[in-house]
């Protein structure tokens, strides 16, 4: 049976992929809606964390030897050194994958940030394919309550999915103005309470 983090018994094998998909998925998702963006930085420090822990839970868990060349640490100062060691290399191998997919496809992820709530409201709707209508036509977020038939069909989006996409904007109107009503009543109640 194979060694290293990614083999050994079906026990080893879930734990390691937990810690490694929690961490990562979890440390990136906050550091970014810390930044506001989500790109290659942000994706390395969660690849960085994810790393680490993996490096961690790899060496403490116990029970797995070591892979041939390799020495597994027995000291605190082992343990972070390989954890630091290990999140940089995963890190690194992240960011360089990335870099390579924004040059091959010739998408800058940083520009993500102007259509979240559009990438969104397409996942919602199912209509995922579409982003690349929105993003030549440069609907961005600040565009959604503005949308029409005729800008969807400028953009080359079909009669179903324009049906589909205008009534989830005319929800979202409603919706917010719907709470914007609700707060000018509860204003309007401090206002009475305090006079």
């Known amino acids: 049976m194979g060694t290293g983090s990614f083999s050994g018994p079906p026990k080893v094998l879930a734990l390691n992929l937990a ?7 979890g440390l990136t998702l906050a550091v970014k809606r810390y930044r506001g963006v989500d790109d290659i930085q942000t994706n ?3 690849m960085f964390g994810a790393g680490a822990a993996l490096s961690l839970t790899t060496n403490l ?4 030897s070591a892979t041939p060349g390799q020495v597994k640490p027995t000291t605190f100062t082992g343990y972070i050194t390989d954890a630091a060691r290990t999140g940089i290399l995963f890190a690194a191998l992240n960011g360089a ?18 259509y979240f ?29 503005l949308l029409s038939e005729s800008s969807l ?6 009669p179903g ?28 109640e401090q206002g009475v309470y305090r006079a």
């Not at 868990?61 to 797995?64: T, V």
């Not at 709530?117 to 309550?145: A, P, Q, W």
């Not at 069909?153 to 079909?158: F, G, L, T």
């Open 161 to 188: 999915p324009r049906l589909k996409i205008l009534n989830y904007v005319a929800a979202s109107r409603a919706h917010m103005a719907d709470c914007a009503a609700k707060q000018q009543g509860v204003h309007e």
């Open 97 to 114: 994958f990335m870099q390579a997919g924004q040059w091959f496809s010739g998408k800058n992820t940083s520009e993500d940030v102007y």
């Open 44 to 46: 390395m420090i969660g």
């Open 61 to 64: 868990s116990g029970g797995q």
């Open 153 to 158: 069909r400028e953009v080359k989006i079909p």
């Open 117 to 145: 709530h559009t990438v969104s409201m397409l996942r919602i709707l199912g209509l995922e394919k579409y982003e690349r209508n929105f993003r030549k036509g440069l609907l961005m977020d600040d565009c959604l309550t």
């Open 19 to 25: 810690v490694f998909t929690a961490v990562q998925g």
